[in-house]
């Protein structure tokens, strides 16, 4: 029998951006994305403590294909931190595409962050913005929280997830992907190199139905 994992005082829930623009229809839908959400609802119903991400961009960001001429969407280019994915244009402040699914229901959900908010410096994780230095304040907030183990889901797996659970286990968190709750772009082969990520870090990868509910 697989291991599962009884859900404590010191763990959180991290739900990672389930955006309109991140499900299919959107500006930068994730195959299948829709599919995390009912997902994420159980989950997060054996979860004491959620925190939940938002991407929040301003018109004209540095990462959109629409804001440097002559590059197309899923091109990378480099910019003053190092290589850069050029997106369409998502989740820009203020507008539909923005905002979470309608049926995304965790109204128990303790912080939602918002990231990638900086004009000139795109954001996946959830910890840092993609210069690798600027903080976003949350592990800050889960070790005065008292959190020491964070398990993961939401979009997408192989860009803001993997992100976010990179610099969690950066950060000495305890780190659980629920791979079944997420979904990839899988750009270039990005999910598998996520995967063998993992695996090299010691980051776990587990199934939804091997979260157990809360002690």
């Known amino acids: 029998?697989?291991?599962?994992?009884?859900?404590?005082?010191?763990?959180?829930?991290?739900?990672?951006?389930?955006?309109?623009?991140?499900?299919?229809?959107?500006?930068?839908?994730?195959?299948?994305?829709?599919?995390?959400?009912?997902?994420?609802?159980?989950?997060?119903?054996?979860?004491?403590?959620?925190?939940?991400?938002?991407?929040?961009?301003p018109r004209g960001h540095l990462s959109f294909a629409s804001s440097n001429p002559g590059t197309q969407p899923f091109q990378t280019i480099e910019v003053a931190y190092g290589p850069q994915v050029m997106w369409p244009d998502h989740c820009i402040q203020g507008t539909r595409g923005a905002e979470f699914r309608a049926d995304l229901d965790i109204p128990h959900a303790e912080l939602v962050l918002r990231k990638g908010y900086h004009r000139?410096?795109?954001?996946?994780?959830?910890?840092?913005?993609?210069?690798?230095?600027?903080?976003?304040?949350?592990?800050?907030?889960?070790?005065?929280?008292?959190?020491?183990?964070?398990?993961?889901?939401g979009l997408a797996f192989d860009f803001c997830?993997?992100?976010?659970?990179?610099?969690?286990?950066r950060e000495r968190f305890n780190v659980m992907v629920i791979e079944d709750a997420c979904r990839a772009i899988d750009l270039e082969g990005s999910a598998a190199a996520t995967r063998e990520l993992f695996k090299t870090l010691g980051i776990g990868c587990v199934m939804a139905d091997a979260v157990g509910y809360r002690e």
């Open 161 to 169: 997830v993997r992100y976010s659970a990179e610099d969690a286990h």
């Open 1 to 57: 029998m697989s291991e599962r994992f009884t859900i404590g005082e010191r763990d959180v829930l991290l739900v990672v951006d389930i955006q309109n623009d991140f499900c299919p229809g959107g500006g930068l839908g994730v195959p299948k994305g829709d599919e995390v959400v009912p997902m994420a609802n159980r989950l997060a119903k054996k979860f004491a403590h959620v925190v939940l991400t938002q991407d929040w961009h």
């Open 120 to 153: 000139a410096i795109d954001s996946y994780s959830a910890f840092y913005e993609n210069d690798r230095t600027t903080h976003t304040g949350l592990a800050g907030y889960l070790r005065e929280r008292g959190f020491e183990r964070v398990f993961m889901a």
